[in-house]
């Protein structure tokens, strides 16, 4: 039986915000729904679950008050689903119990209340009874005991079964000569590592379920050293087994049990006895053994070599399977090489969650697919040649699998996800098997190896083809143009630029900051940023009143990210730490070990994985105890930001080499303290984005020389600063003013001293000194305030190390009028000193 169901309100509600529940023929089917039936039974559905609703059926609880156009509806839905061949599976109960009746008799242990459940069961098989050969009485057994208040759960247990049972025979006796079909196998499973228990007994080895629960990875620390004990209680078992009256009984082999290290030459006759003995005395009872071989405990032995991600693991498999076929084929006759295997990919090679405990689902995962699909044809091509034929038996596979099916199916992008989910799923394993040998279409694209390969390389990505190449990206579509202005290439030359390859040293790297991804805000010990206090107002301006209390969570989720960061294969992580984590006032007194461990932590795992750590010092997250005393700007600022990188090169240098002192410093600047859209919200655009800028500046010029003089030599790292930058183009090229306008768009806010000695007013002065022209009526009278400060800037341009400086004349600086009927001598002397001192300092000037 492959089922699907039940049909959800979603299906008639429009409203977003309703809660997905089950359809209830309160409103008119669905107008897709018997086309979304036919899709189903596309993809092998066959049966599909109908819940109906007492409440909706006999709102009063009354079988003589139905209501007709309930049961109309769902006489519609049934007939719908078998003119599609799927065969409606109806439940009687899974919803709620009528209010009148509930009101009247209470809950299920209400006497009453049973009975009128039987009646409006014995009403719901008249009058769909003939439309649906599959019912169930009761879908929540567990709702039904505990949803009253009787603390009698045994009688009450007792009470259902018996109604159940009456329906049970009104059904047989009305509608069904006989409730199952001749030669039908009631059966029951189990798994070795479960119900075996007897870890070391009998010279078994350890498996990797034992080693993961004995290393403490299992829930609660358990073991399954003793399980249900089966080892020891062969007979026990049996005779439960006996008395359940069941004709068939799965079990899987321990591996480890018959092979202690997975291989041949350590088998062990104890073990092998054990599991003659179960046969047996299963096969003197009448009860058919079905035995699987592998039910995910392997040999810790072959883990140790790599497990299921070693291609050897397929020889040892193939000698195990030759082995059990042949000392228990001549009384086994159904064998199940693996159960569940996609579970073995997915958890125990993937995510980790089970044994062996490996998280690797960009390449592990994939690898123990192909091996368990290789070792699966090789045993059951073993069976086929030398044993088949004498012994008659059947060898099959055990795939586990969910059901997807499109949120509408009417959408083809819906039904392609559906496709794909159950591909990747069910496909992976059932398309080898049992289609053509190799994996589906849609994982191939993907980058899966197909059969053509005689061994698994890895999750790789594709060589993009392109029958014609796609149009060039237009973000930012304004640099695209301007860019192929001036550029010399040709055309051709630019399509080979665009769609090349990408160099063999090239570094894919992603990043990210720590606010916005870290969470755990005032987690062991973390300091309050101006980012935690700003947003933990109402008010805020950040959209949704939005805060990264928990964001990413990335402090408690080292292990997630690092995998994230593998399946996108980056070779570089870039990622800022937060100042108030390792110093929550900001000063090395208040130093937090677990913050500073943290960031240790991810570091070394980085590495492990090849991955190198960039990081920044400072984005944007001042610790709120710095502020409080005027943050940025503050000139002390410039000597604790400066500790605060020495103990961050000191700790961290010895395994990163690439250090942003900080990120973005003209956005906290302007956006911070001049405009105040972010932390710290101060609006001073006249003053304080200058104050704060110059610095910024020298804190980076300070932080750079620290590591130039103390940890250079020895740890051979970078140190530089990540700025962002607007561009400006001209208009018209063409047009001299329009790039002059331009390059003064890019140098304004630079000199200031706008009218001093004998200045004239430019276009910027003007038009900044309109009402309503420049945003938050800013202007440049101050700005760096570089035409009064020579001194200051050489020696940040000496601290930079920069060779070239590049900056601009104000014309009406020499020329107040913009002719020569006035020279102001004192803004030419201007100018002459700035050259000459750039000059002293070995700086050569370039004048725009």
Request: with cysteine; proline share 5%; glycine share 8%.
């Amino acid at each position: 039986m492959l089922l699907a169901g039940p049909l959800t309100e979603k299906e008639v509600r429009t409203s977003s915000g309703e809660e997905n529940v089950v359809f209830d023929c309160s409103h008119p089917i669905p107008a897709g729904s018997k086309q979304y039936f036919e899709y189903l039974q596309t993809k092998g559905v066959n049966h599909f679950k109908v819940p109906l609703s007492w409440a909706k059926l006999l709102p009063t609880g009354l079988v003589s008050k139905p209501q007709q156009a309930v049961v109309r509806c769902y006489q519609t839905l049934l007939k719908q689903l078998l003119e599609v061949g799927l065969q409606p599976l109806v439940i009687l109960h899974g919803s709620t119990v009528p209010d009148s009746l509930r009101s009247r008799y209470g809950s299920w242990e209400s006497q009453r209340l049973l009975e009128m459940f039987q009646q409006y069961a014995e009403f719901a098989l008249k009058e769909f009874g003939l439309l649906a050969n599959s019912w169930v009485t009761f879908s929540d057994l567990d709702e039904v005991l505990h949803g009253g208040q009787t603390a009698d759960d045994h009688s009450l247990l007792q009470n259902i079964l018996q109604l159940h049972k009456k329906i049970y025979q009104f059904y047989h006796q009305n509608l069904r000569g006989q409730a199952f079909l001749p030669g039908f196998q009631w059966a029951t499973s189990s798994e070795s590592f479960k119900v075996e228990g007897g870890w070391l007994e009998g010279g078994k080895g350890e498996t990797i379920w034992d080693h993961f629960g004995h290393e403490g990875q299992a829930f609660a620390n358990h073991t399954a050293d003793l399980a249900s004990d089966s080892y020891n209680k062969i007979d026990i078992d049996v005779y439960l087994l006996r008395g359940l009256g069941v004709n068939t009984y799965q079990f899987s082999i321990s591996w480890a049990r018959v092979f202690p290290s997975g291989h041949r030459e350590s088998q062990s006759n104890e073990g092998v006895r054990y599991y003659d003995n179960l046969i047996d005395a299963l096969i003197e009872s009448g009860i058919q053994p079905v035995v699987t071989l592998y039910h995910w405990d392997l040999p810790q032995a072959l883990q140790d070599n790599g497990g299921w991600t070693n291609p050897s693991i397929i020889g040892a498999f193939k000698d195990y399977a030759d082995f059990c076929f042949s000392r228990f084929g001549s009384r086994v006759k159904n064998w199940n090489t693996f159960s569940s295997p996609w579970v073995v990919s997915h958890a125990g090679y993937g995510t980790g969650e089970h044994a062996p405990g490996v998280k690797d689902y960009v390449t592990a995962s994939y690898q123990v697919t192909h091996n368990i699909l290789k070792s699966h044809a090789e045993a059951w091509h073993v069976y086929n040649d030398y044993y088949r034929k004498t012994q008659g038996g059947k060898v099959g596979i055990a795939l586990n699998s969910d059901w997807a099916q499109p949120t509408d199916a009417t959408k083809p992008e819906d039904v392609a996800a559906a496709e794909r989910y159950l591909q990747f799923m069910l496909g992976w394993f059932a398309h080898p098997i049992f289609i053509d040998g190799d994996y589906p279409a849609i994982i191939e694209q993907n980058g899966f190896a197909s059969r053509k390969q005689d061994h698994f390389e890895g999750l790789k990505l594709p060589q993009v083809r392109r029958s014609t190449p796609l149009p060039p990206s237009e973000v930012p579509s304004a640099s695209k143009v301007v860019w192929e202005k001036f550029t010399p290439q040709k055309k051709f030359d630019r399509q080979m630029y665009h769609y090349g390859q990408f160099p063999q040293d090239f570094s894919w790297g992603v990043s990210s900051s720590a606010y916005q991804i870290e969470g755990g805000w005032n987690q062991d010990g973390k300091g309050p940023s101006v980012w935690d206090t700003f947003t933990q107002k109402p008010g805020s301006g950040i959209p949704e009143d939005g805060i990264g209390n928990v964001a990413c969570d990335s402090y408690n989720k080292l292990d997630e990210d690092l995998y994230m960061l593998r399946a996108m294969k980056v070779k570089s992580y870039r990622f800022s730490l937060s100042w108030s984590r390792i110093f929550p006032n900001g000063r090395r007194e208040s130093l937090n070990q677990k913050g500073v461990d943290y960031y240790n932590r991810l570091i070394d795992g980085l590495l492990a994985h090849d991955i190198t750590p960039m990081v920044t010092i400072y984005h944007w997250d001042l610790p709120q105890a710095l502020q409080d005393i005027g943050g940025w700007q503050a000139a002390e600022m410039i000597d604790i930001f400066n500790d605060y990188c020495d103990f961050c090169f000191a700790t961290f240098g010895n395994r990163v080499k690439f250090w942003m002192t900080m990120n973005d410093p003209q956005g906290l600047a302007w956006l911070g303290y001049g405009l105040g859209q972010i932390p710290p919200n101060i609006k001073e655009p006249g003053t304080a984005p200058y104050q704060v800028a110059h610095n910024l500046i020298k804190a980076h010029a300070k932080a750079y020389h620290t590591y130039d003089d103390k940890y250079r030599l020895s740890q051979g790292g970078l140190v530089s600063i990540a700025l962002n930058a607007e561009w400006v183009e001209p208009k018209d090229i063409n047009v001299p003013r329009e790039i002059v306008a331009a390059d003064r768009a890019m140098q304004f806010l630079i000199e200031g001293g706008w009218r001093a000695d004998g200045k004239g007013l430019s276009i910027w002065d003007k038009f900044a000194h309109t009402p309503l022209r420049i945003f938050e009526n800013d202007n440049g009278d101050i700005a760096c305030d570089s035409y009064n400060k020579i001194d200051e800037d050489i020696a940040i341009l000496k601290q930079l190390r920069v060779n070239h400086y590049r900056f601009s004349i104000s014309w009406t600086r020499i020329l107040p009028d913009g002719t020569k009927n006035y020279i102001n001598e004192a803004g030419f002397s201007y100018y002459d000193r700035l050259v000459n001192a750039l000059l002293a300092a070995n700086i050569q000037p370039h004048v725009s």
